[in-house]
């Protein structure tokens, strides 16, 4: 499904931002990326969306490239960052409808997913709300609302579970389980292991823009917690 092949970025100023990075994340995954702070997810992870150019390599979705067609991937994703920058003037619902515009989402079917990924979210109340006037974490929701309301074959999370209070976590990671349960993807960079571990089936870890470890959970935890693995990799 979503492949990263041979993707390198190198900035202006010369930084490398990651190298020769090849991950694929197949229907059905949970795949976390981690790393430290500047390790390279947020750059791979922008560079998967759109936002940062590549310098070589590619990046597809069903053989889609990014850089050959990046209209026709983008209709593909979801893509939630860390801190959402939505517009702020708007009510929840209006935001939720204008990006289900956007993806041409027929009525009756947007109505039926805002209502179900609202009411789920305990946010259904506040829709007519302006966004302004929402906390840190109704924002991450109403951005998750929105990424499931047009159906995208794979989602890209920047530290998802950010600002959310436990319930919420619980309630994500069950619609996150039920998304890959029905043959999506999900690519998501955390610095919360424990979730990671306990959620996904797949992992890689990052360090210097360059991927030391890649594989199913089982295989790179082996008899090991996760953090323990990041720790030993990470620091050598």
Known sequence: MLEIKDFTK????????AEKINLKIEKG???AFIGHN??????TIKSIVGINDITNGDITIDGISIKDNPLEFKKQI??????????TQLTG????????DIFKVPQQERKEKIEKYAKLLEIYK????????????????????SAFVHNPK???????FVGLDPKASFIVKDIMKEFAKNGGAIFFSTHVLEVAEKLCNKVAII???????????STIKKDKSLEKVFMETANE
Request: charged letters at 20%; a negative charge.
């Open 78 to 87: 979801a893509y939630i960052p860390d801190n959402p920058d939505i517009y």
């Open 207 to 217: 360090k210097d823009g360059k991927i030391i470890a890649n594989g199913t959970m």
């Open 154 to 160: 794979v989602l890209i999370l920047d530290e998802p």
């Open 126 to 145: 506040d829709l007519n709300t302006v966004i302004g006037n929402y906390s840190h974490g109704m924002k991450q929701k109403l951005t998750l609302i």
């Open 29 to 31: 995954d949970i795949f």
């Open 38 to 43: 500047g390790a390279g997810k947020t750059t």
């Open 93 to 100: 619902i209006q935001y939720i409808n204008f990006i289900a």
């Open 10 to 17: 190198i900035y202006p100023n010369g930084k490398i931002g």
